[in-house]
């Protein structure tokens, strides 16, 4: 009691500094309610209170234990991560319905009152759609569509106005029902880190937004190819270029180190390494990449290709001297060449991604064909053989100028993987 006496003048003697600073009169017995006239247990002439509980809270604000006066421990609440009570123990009668985040829990609805929303902790979903997701300027200062608020649009996460705190709600807690943060064990409220979260998912939707910019450079460039836009496709690939230049610039200046040392470059790292980790588990990176056919003649007959070729009509009309020029650095992840009417291994190789495959056919009377299944053809050294096929049917093969190959059963075919 000695120490909670202490306190409580403390308090006291703080408040009359802050009065007297701001010439504010103090309100009769200011500091002596209660009885109090400089020893609060001795002098109090009523009952003690006894309904005093204290709240014990998590990194997230949940209570955890409340204690009475006395310091024992009155209830117990254990949670599910979405927020639902998993465990819950009373000593006595007293019940607090603040529980998960500190927030009131509807003891008939089983909902908590967050303030712009209710929340339903059994499926972890908002029964209210976002008030940020819903564009309007009169009564919300942020705004998704405006790129505000932890990336706002570009920013996955806020694309579903139901999930709560990004469906992460171990660690970030939303306070209000409209402002998911990120939280820090021991550190859930203060300024400095509520601020270091709003930066930090600028960063990460940052991101997102420059790899949608991205995708959406590729796809032009690709339709650019299919349409054998040439102008297009020389302004898509000086583009790339210059962005290329642009970074390597940027890396090679040391702004990088010091930028990455950032909330918005940490977020945009993390976000950058969580979408490459994510792309390589599901086998995205590494087996993707653009399908090309090479000698393909006027028009592709492989679905899903792009025509390479110089007598094109329909894709790109060119040498395999300039493949280079349409197809960046491990660009390509598949090329099939039917009948190859030049070498080309080596002219090609260097846009291959590492693993991608290249499918060749042909007849033994072709001589570019024979050069490559034999191991004799420029460029096989960047290539490890992973499939070798003879007496295939001749069904489908035509010669350069159009007319079947004729006979059956005597292409051959050999499978490259990129090293």
């Keep these: 009691m000695n120490v909670s006496n202490a306190i409580l003048q403390t308090a006291t003697q703080s408040g009359l500094t802050v009065m007297q600073q701001y010439n504010i009169t ?48 009155t209830q117990n609440i254990e ?30 609805t089983g909902y908590y009152y967050y303030g712009a929303r209710y929340y339903n902790p059994r499926v972890s979903l908002w029964l209210n759609v976002d008030p940020l997701a819903d564009y309007n300027p009169f009564y ?20 579903n106005p139901y999930t709560y705190c990004y469906n992460s709600p ?7 029902g409209k402002q998911g943060y990120f939280m820090t064990p021991g550190n859930t409220s203060t300024p400095q880190n509520v601020q270091f979260a709003k930066r930090f998912l600028s960063g990460a939707g940052r991101f997102f937004g420059d790899a949608w910019s991205g995708i959406k450079q590729q796809t032009k460039l690709s339709w650019d190819i299919n349409t054998a836009n040439r102008q297009g496709i020389e302004q898509g690939v000086n583009q ?13 200046s040391g702004k990088l180190i010091k930028d990455i040392q950032t909330p918005e470059g940490m977020g945009y790292a993390s976000a950058a390494i969580a979408t490459f980790a994510l792309a390589k588990r599901l086998g995205a990176i590494g087996k993707s990449g653009l399908n090309v056919e090479v000698f393909g003649g006027e028009t592709s007959s492989l ?26 650095s491990g660009s390509v992840g598949n090329v099939v060449a039917n009948n190859p009417q030049a070498l080309f291994l080596e002219e090609i190789s260097g846009s291959v ?6 499918t060749v056919r042909g007849t033994i009377n072709n001589k570019y064909f024979k050069t490559i299944f034999n191991g004799k053809a420029k460029g096989l050294d960047n290539f490890e053989v ?32 990129k090293k």
């Design 353 to 358: 991604a590492k693993g991608g495959t290249v």
């Design 303 to 328: 679905k899903g290709f792009i025509n390479y070729d110089i007598v094109a009509t329909e894709g790109i009309r060119d040498t395999t001297s300039n493949f280079s020029k349409y197809f960046k």
């Design 170 to 176: 171990v660690l970030f807690v939303d306070p209000n």
């Design 26 to 73: 103090p309100p009769p017995n200011y500091g002596q309610n209660a009885g109090y006239n400089g020893n609060c247990v001795n002098n109090y002439a009523g009952d003690k209170e006894k309904e005093i509980y204290w709240f014990h809270p998590d990194h997230l604000g949940s209570s955890s234990y409340i204690t009475g006066l006395d310091g024992e421990v």
């Design 386 to 417: 992973v499939g070798r096929h003879e007496g295939l049917s001749s069904e489908g093969y035509y010669r350069s100028d159009g007319s079947p190959i004729g006979g059956s059963n005597n292409i051959n075919e050999i499978i490259l993987r």
């Design 79 to 108: 949670y599910f991560p979405s927020g639902e009570t998993f465990v819950e123990n009373h000593r006595n009668s007293n019940y607090s319905p603040y529980k998960f985040n500190g927030k009131e829990l509807d003891a008939e």
């Design 140 to 159: 919300n200062i942020e705004h998704y569509i405006d790129g505000q608020h932890n990336g706002g649009v570009y920013n996955s996460g806020n694309l």
């Design 240 to 252: 790339m270029v210059g962005q290329s230049q642009a970074q390597a610039r940027y890396i090679l």
